[in-house]
C-alpha cells in the first residue's frame, strides 16, 4: 500500500524522496512494472545492439522510446544497482557514460551507412553538413578517444583514415630529339645516272649532250676531291 501511495503522489511528492526512490530503481507506473520487466528491457537491449552494434538507445527512439527511457535510467542508477545487473550490462558494452549530441550523430551514420554502404561521409555533404564534420573530428580525435566511442565505430567498420586516390599516370611524352645541320651531300652523290648507251669512239658513234654534261661533272668531282 505505501508503495501505492507514492505512485499516487506523482508531482506532489518531495524531491529529496522521488531521488531516493529513483535510486533504487522505483517503478512509477504499475503497468510497467508487471509488463516490462528489468529483464525483458534487457533483451531488448541486447536486440537492439545485434541490429545497431551499440547499446546508446536514443530517448527519442522511434520504435521504442520507453527503451530510450530505461537506458537513461539504468546510467542513473548505476551506483545503487546490484552487481548482478550492472555485469549483465557491462557484458554487452553497455555505455555508463554518454554524450546524447555524440549518440545522434553516430545513430546518423549508422543510417548513412544502412543507405550508402560505408562510413566515409564527405566534409562538405550537402545532405548532413554537421554530420561530414563530425566524421572528420572522430578521425583526428582518436587517440583521445574513449574506448566505448573507438569500439562503437569499429563495429560499423569506421574507416579511420583515407587514403588519397592516386593520380592517374601520365603518358612520358619523349622531348624531341635535336639533330644537328645535315651535311650537304656532295653534287657527286646525288647524280643519278641513268641508263646511257656509252659510245664507242673508235667506232665513230657521235656523243650525245647528256653525255657531256656527264663527263663535265665527273671531272669536277675529281677536282673537288683534289682538293
Excluded at 60 to 71: E, F, M, Q, R, T
Excluded at 75 to 104: H, P, Y
Amino acid at each position: 500500500m505505501w508503495v501505492n501511495n507514492q505512485r499516487n503522489k506523482g508531482t506532489t511528492i518531495r524531491e529529496e524522496r522521488k531521488k531516493r526512490l529513483d535510486s533504487i530503481g522505483f517503478t512509477w507506473k504499475v503497468r510497467d512494472h508487471i509488463s516490462v520487466p528489468w529483464e525483458f528491457r534487457f533483451q531488448q537491449l541486447v536486440d537492439y545492439k545485434r541490429v545497431h552494434g551499440n547499446c546508446n538507445v536514443s530517448q527519442g527512439y522511434k520504435p521504442d522510446k520507453a527503451l530510450g527511457i530505461w537506458v537513461k535510467t539504468q546510467r542513473k542508477n548505476k551506483e545503487a544497482m546490484s552487481d548482478k545487473r550492472r555485469k549483465k550490462l557491462n557484458s554487452i558494452g553497455f555505455a555508463w557514460k554518454f554524450l546524447e549530441t555524440w549518440g545522434v550523430r553516430f545513430q546518423q551514420l549508422v543510417k548513412y551507412k544502412r543507405i550508402q554502404g560505408h562510413c566515409n561521409v564527405p566534409r562538405h555533404c550537402k545532405a548532413n553538413m554537421q554530420l561530414g564534420k563530425w566524421v572528420n573530428n572522430q578521425r583526428n580525435t582518436k587517440e583521445i578517444m574513449s574506448e566505448n566511442k573507438r569500439n562503437q565505430l569499429n563495429s560499423i567498420e569506421f574507416v579511420w583514415r583515407l587514403t588519397a586516390a592516386r593520380p592517374k599516370q601520365q603518358r612520358q611524352v619523349r622531348p624531341p630529339t635535336v639533330e644537328g645541320p645535315k651535311k650537304k651531300k656532295s653534287s657527286c652523290m646525288t647524280i643519278q645516272l641513268k641508263k646511257t648507251r656509252v659510245p664507242d669512239m673508235k667506232l665513230g658513234i657521235p656523243i650525245s649532250n647528256s653525255f657531256r654534261e656527264f663527263v663535265k661533272t665527273y671531272k669536277h668531282c675529281i677536282q673537288s676531291w683534289d682538293d
